[in-house]
């Protein structure tokens, strides 16, 4: 039998950013044995040179890497120290700071420029961990609600989101919601949306990583704030009927554009359309970027 795959994860410990990480070997390890280990880069550039000439200490005892991940600007440097160090391919998630020739492999999102390229594969949005969920999970007439907040891409209005909310929340009785925050959401939020009959509220404290996935895996309609980027990909994966809720935009940014392409390819429901008539539905294809790079990288570095 072969040794598993080991994969060395480079995190700077930011949620999103382990998120990633946590997706795309995820989906290795449902392609094949891997041992993944995680390592936190040092704190000051100068470390660097000690940790490719010296074999940094956070790698001692560990195997040689096939494969070394990173997201997070902070890791960048470190992925390529780790990879002279100790060899493997480096494979960085989201548009590097540095050039992306000097990585093996960079899966950057579309919204961020990105084109497919000898050592680039572009994403319809940020990899991350929720799964496609089994039909049979799905409640009917559950829904559920993913709430931002303020952007440096979107003018949040805590009145026209709220208004939002209730006026689906009121149209069909028969539904029970749950909703939840973000740690961008204001604290007036909640005070301006007050109680709602079928609606469950949970606050972003009071939640942890695997919540919103199972929300996700039972819920037939999920309604996501426009500027929860991450969350509408999520939504998408999970294989729920996606809305979106308006947040009036700041500019029409690369980010603005990428969300207004999936409604485009009817991939969502904006707020609008749904005032008109057009209720949310599946998407005809689950969206699982995660799985598709973890396809390509085996195929590319593995076989």
């Known amino acids: 039998m072969k040794p598993p795959i080991a994969i060395w994860c480079i995190t700077d410990n930011k949620p999103g950013h382990r998120n990633q990480l946590r997706g795309l070997t995820a989906a290795l390890a449902a392609l094949l044995p891997v041992e993944v280990h995680w390592l936190t880069p040092p704190a000051t550039p100068q470390l660097l040179w000690w940790w490719a000439q010296r074999r940094y200490p956070s790698g001692q005892g560990l195997p040689d890497p096939q494969l070394i991940l990173g997201a997070g600007h902070a890791t960048h440097a470190a992925l390529l120290a780790a990879r002279s160090a100790r060899g493997g391919h480096a494979i960085v998630l989201m548009k590097p700071t540095l050039p992306t020739c000097w990585f093996d492999l960079c899966l950057i999102p579309q919204h961020d420029g990105a084109t497919d390229?000898?050592?680039?594969?572009?994403?319809?949005?940020?990899l991350h961990a929720v799964t496609p969920a089994a039909p049979a999970s799905r409640r009917p007439r559950h829904g559920l609600f993913l709430i931002g907040g303020r952007s440096p891409h979107h003018l949040w209005q805590d009145d026209g989101v709220a208004d939002q909310i209730k006026s689906i929340v009121q149209a069909d009785p028969a539904w029970q919601?749950?909703?939840?925050?973000?740690?961008?959401?204001?604290?007036?939020?909640?005070d301006r949306l007050g109680t709602l009959p079928g609606l469950a509220v949970t606050p972003v404290q009071r939640t942890d990583q695997d919540?919103?996935?199972?929300?996700?895996?039972?819920?037939a309609t999920v309604w996501v704030t426009e500027d929860s980027v991450s969350m509408v990909y999520e939504s998408l994966t999970a294989g729920a009927a996606v809305g979106l809720l308006h947040v009036p935009h700041r500019v029409r940014s690369r980010v603005v554009r990428g969300i207004e392409s999936l409604a485009q390819d009817g991939l969502v429901t904006p707020f609008a359309q749904w005032r008109t008539g057009t209720a949310p539905h599946p998407p005809a294809t689950v969206l699982h970027e995660a799985a598709r790079c973890a396809a390509l990288i085996r195929d590319r570095f593995l076989s």
């Open 177 to 190: 919601w749950e909703l939840t925050t973000s740690r961008r959401t204001p604290a007036s939020f909640l």
């Open 211 to 219: 919540w919103v996935p199972t929300r996700l895996a039972r819920a």
């Open 117 to 126: 390229r000898a050592n680039i594969i572009a994403t319809r949005g940020a």
